[in-house]
T-cell receptor, first 113, second 119 residues
Framework: AQSVAQPEDQVNVAEGNPLTVKCTYS??????LFWYVQYPNRGLQFLLK??????LVKGSYGFEAEFNKSQTSFHLKKPSALVSDSALYFC???????????FGSGTRLSIRP | GAVVSQHPSRVICKSGTSVKIECRSL??????MFWYRQFPKQSLMLMAT?????????EQGVEKDKFLINHASLTLSTLTVTSAHPEDSSFYIC???????????????FGEGSRLTVL
């Protein structure tokens, strides 16, 4: 079965420092991976996706993610964090049926000034 | 990018009443819409998949008669919480997939969510 795991409930980073939000996956077949961000009391916003091609995927708001097949990981990264990046981040994988997206448990990112 | 509008954003109702939440795709036709429920500090739980013109497919454990879903057109799906109780209080989020482009990749466009509080 397809699944994703986000091992960290919370990540705290100082503004200006690099940030990483971890995600590992388990899939049968080729992985279709996504990152979404959720601000308080809002829906989810798409950040980026990996379908095929370059392992380093660039997305919205300066975020990028690195697909690592050997480690089955898809960590979200940003070279320099902003306070406005503070939000809830979800890693997701396409299910066996294309219509389903399976979300991780979410990681709350807190950027301190 | 594609826009999904969800209404109302907040609703407070009395126990025993029914509440309808609308999800509209504003600039594309959504063949498939999804309804999620999110509890505080938790991930999204898929409740049901709604296909235009057909019955919704509910996930295991979700009561069909409790959460009525209608997808009458390619731009509108509704979720009706019937005979609401305090335990139904939650954040409900819809998402939509268009006719083409993201059909195989699984990318979704989300509404802003609706916070339901049942007194």
């Amino acid at each position: 079965a397809q699944s994703v795991a986000q091992p960290e409930d919370q990540v705290n980073v100082a503004e200006g420092n690099p940030l990483t939000v971890k995600c590992t996956y388990s899939v049968s077949g080729n992985p279709y991976l996504f990152w979404y961000v959720q601000y308080p009391n809002r829906g989810l916003q798409f950040l980026l996706k990996y379908i095929t091609g370059d392992n380093l995927v660039k997305g919205s708001y300066g975020f990028e993610a690195e697909f690592n097949k050997s480690q089955t990981s898809f960590h979200l990264k940003k070279p320099s964090a902003l306070v406005s990046d503070s939000a809830l981040y979800f890693c997701a994988v396409r299910g066996v049926a294309p219509s389903k997206i399976i979300f991780g448990s979410g990681t709350r990112l807190s950027i301190r000034p | 990018g594609a826009v999904v509008s969800q209404h109302p954003s907040r609703v407070i109702c009395k126990s025993g009443t029914s509440v309808k939440i609308e999800c509209r795709s504003l600039d594309f036709q959504a063949t498939t819409m999804f309804w999620y429920r999110q509890f505080p500090k938790q991930s999204l739980m898929l409740m049901a998949t709604s296909n235009e013109g057909s019955k919704a497919t509910y996930e295991q454990g979700v009561e069909k008669d409790k959460f009525l879903i209608n997808h009458a057109s390619l731009t509108l799906s509704t979720l009706t919480v019937t005979s609401a109780h305090p335990e139904d209080s939650s954040f409900y989020i819809c998402s939509a997939r268009g006719l083409a482009g993201d059909l195989n990749t699984g990318e979704l466009f989300f509404g802003e969510g609706s916070r339901l509080t049942v007194l």
